[in-house]
């Protein structure tokens, strides 16, 4: 029964700056990759950013230098600093996690529902 919950979204002006995060809990033994995905109406859900579990982070172009990915292991919460936001950046920003529920069992994926993210003047 894991789950993930964003928070952290809402309307602001271009320029403007949000903090997302995201909580993991439930029955977790392992938290692996963390990455937050956006999706913008009528498009495809794309990667935003990654965060590993020894904390490499790697970003897509249209947002490097302006958005942040950290993660606290002993909250199981990724966060999403953004800056100077755009109003292309607008989009429901997804949580996702490689979560490892048993010592012996498998890998899987998780996401959360989403928090919205609005840009405009």
């Known amino acids: 029964q894991v789950q993930l919950v964003e928070s952290g979204g809402g309307l602001v002006q271009p320029g403007g700056s949000l903090r997302l995060s995201c909580a993991a809990s439930?029955?977790?033994?392992?938290?692996?990759?963390m990455n937050w995905y956006r999706q913008a109406p009528g498009k495809e859900r794309d990667l935003v950013a990654t965060?590993?579990?020894?904390?490499?982070?790697n970003y897509v172009d249209s947002v490097k230098g302006r958005f942040t990915i950290s993660r606290d292991g002993d909250k199981n919460t990724v966060y999403l600093q953004t800056k100077t936001l755009k109003v292309e950046d607008t989009a429901v920003y997804y949580c996702?996690?490689?979560?490892?529920?048993?010592?012996?069992?498998?890998?899987?994926?998780?996401w959360g529902q989403g928090t919205q993210v609005t840009v405009s003047s």
């Open positions: 996702n996690a490689k979560i490892k529920v048993l010592m012996d069992g498998p890998w899987y994926n998780y």
């Open positions: 439930g029955s977790i033994f392992s938290i692996g990759n």
């Open positions: 965060i590993t579990t020894g904390n490499f982070t």
